[in-house]
């Protein structure tokens, strides 16, 4: 029997001592962490917004954290490639990838995807969000959607609206647009959101639906009209534009995300870690100032509250795309 407890008060301190370590390390992987260069995946070519708000944040974090966070370019197949390629890498916090709203769409349109927004990475946050909008050429008679709804109902199969990548939130937008209001308005798409700009800026498809960077010079000069942003509140970079709500076209709120995921498994210590790093990020004026400029707004949401954001777009841009019958090989 002495020997039976002896072993019991013996098995229990040795509990207490491993209970008492798995509580710590959290603590000193927080502390420590980095301990070396961290790879932060880009799924898109250089300067684009994802890419732009990307280094903003590796630059950010290199200097605070006095580690090299380096930005790795890897274009393909709408974001996928590099998106894939961060599910596959290793949990341990070295490998950080940036998303735009593509890759909580793309899972829908592609017939075969590497990856799944949901099961393979661990949310961190969503840093800013940037509205779409709706523009046309100056020659378009529409000066708000109301209008801009009447005047295509009024002349169907004349008008074509641009969208910058096939997927992107943009276009869904304008897939919802012609959903929700039963138009007959023909889609154009084009490979980036300068092109498509230019097109309507050349009339040769009067409507634009776009993120509202590409677009926010030519509202400013006139070359371009803003016809709404579409969101439920006004933009600080143009805030003469009504959004959509204001215009009584309710529905058709659309953001241009981005944010940055982990892959499944990171230790939470690490998520907690940047995620305070991008909090205090995003609360700094010039930061702010930065992302006010690129027509973007810092959000800094919790881990929680993003992957509730990345479930709640999944299911609401799948019906669209199911609806428009938008499918990639």
Same mark, same amino acid.
């Given at each position: 029997?002495?020997?039976?407890?002896?072993?019991?008060?013996?098995?229990?301190?040795?509990?207490?001592?491993?209970?008492?370590?798995?509580?710590?390390?959290?603590?000193?992987?927080?502390? /420590? $962490?980095?301990?070396?260069? #961290?790879? %932060?995946?880009?799924?898109? @070519?250089?300067?684009?917004?994802?890419?732009?708000? *990307?280094?903003?944040?590796?630059?950010?974090?290199?200097?605070?954290?006095?580690?090299?966070?380096?930005?790795?370019?890897?274009?393909?197949?709408?974001?996928?490639?590099?998106?894939?390629?961060?599910?596959?890498?290793?949990?341990?916090?070295?490998?950080?990838?940036v998303?735009?709203?593509?890759?909580?769409?793309?899972?829908?349109?592609?017939?075969?995807?590497?990856?799944?927004?949901v099961?393979?990475?661990?949310?961190?946050?969503?840093?800013?969000?940037s509205?779409?909008?709706?523009?046309?050429?100056?020659?378009?008679?529409?000066?708000?959607?109301?209008?801009?709804?009447?005047l295509?109902?009024?002349?169907?199969?004349?008008?074509?609206?641009?969208?910058?990548?096939?997927?992107?939130?943009?276009?869904?937008?304008?897939?919802?647009?012609?959903? /929700? $209001?039963n138009?007959?308005l #023909?889609? %154009?798409?084009?490979?980036? @959101?300068?092109?498509?700009?230019?097109?309507?800026? *050349?009339?040769?498809?009067?409507?634009?639906f776009?993120?509202?960077?590409?677009?926010?010079?030519?509202?400013?000069?006139?070359?371009?009209?803003?016809?709404?942003?579409?969101?439920?509140?006004?933009?600080?970079?143009?805030?003469?534009?009504?959004?959509?709500?204001?215009?009584?076209?309710?529905?058709?709120?659309?953001?241009?995300?981005?944010?940055?995921?982990?892959?499944?498994?990171?230790?939470?210590?690490?998520?907690?870690?940047?995620?305070?790093?991008?909090?205090?990020?995003?609360?700094?004026?010039?930061t702010?100032?930065?992302?006010?400029?690129?027509?973007?707004?810092?959000?800094?949401?919790?881990?929680?509250?993003?992957?509730?954001?990345?479930?709640?777009?999944?299911?609401?841009?799948?019906?669209?795309?199911?609806?428009?019958?938008?499918?990639?090989?």
């Amino acid at each position: 029997m002495r020997a039976f407890g002896m072993w019991a008060r013996l098995s229990a301190f040795c509990a207490s001592l491993a209970i008492a370590g798995f509580l710590t390390v959290p603590s000193r992987a927080a502390d /420590t $962490y980095p301990e070396h260069k #961290v790879r %932060v995946i880009v799924p898109f @070519a250089a300067g684009g917004p994802t890419d732009v708000i *990307g280094r903003m944040v590796a630059e950010r974090l290199s200097e605070a954290w006095g580690q090299q966070l380096y930005v790795e370019n890897m274009p393909g197949a709408g974001g996928n490639l590099g998106v894939e390629t961060g599910a596959r890498a290793a949990p341990d916090g070295y490998t950080i990838v940036v998303v735009s709203t593509g890759f909580i769409i793309n899972p829908s349109m592609y017939s075969k995807i590497g990856y799944d927004p949901v099961k393979d990475f661990a949310p961190i946050s969503l840093v800013a969000a940037s509205p779409n909008v709706v523009t046309v050429h100056p020659s378009v008679p529409a000066k708000d959607l109301k209008e801009l709804i009447a005047l295509i109902k009024a002349n169907p199969g004349k008008y074509s609206f641009a969208q910058p990548a096939t997927g992107s939130t943009p276009h869904l937008a304008g897939e919802l647009f012609k959903q /929700t $209001y039963n138009l007959d308005l #023909v889609t %154009v798409p084009f490979n980036g @959101a300068p092109l498509a700009v230019n097109s309507t800026l *050349g009339n040769h498809t009067p409507i634009a639906f776009t993120a509202l960077p590409p677009a926010i010079g030519n509202i400013k000069d006139g070359s371009l009209r803003g016809v709404a942003v579409l969101a439920k509140e006004r933009v600080a970079a143009l805030p003469d534009l009504a959004t959509n709500v204001e215009e009584g076209v309710s529905g058709l709120e659309s953001d241009t995300l981005t944010g940055i995921v982990a892959p499944a498994g990171t230790p939470q210590a690490v998520i907690e870690k940047w995620h305070a790093a991008i909090v205090k990020m995003a609360a700094d004026p010039e930061t702010k100032k930065k992302l006010d400029t690129l027509g973007f707004v810092p959000v800094a949401n919790s881990p929680n509250e993003f992957a509730e954001r990345i479930k709640l777009e999944m299911a609401r841009w799948d019906k669209v795309v199911k609806t428009a019958g938008i499918h990639v090989d």
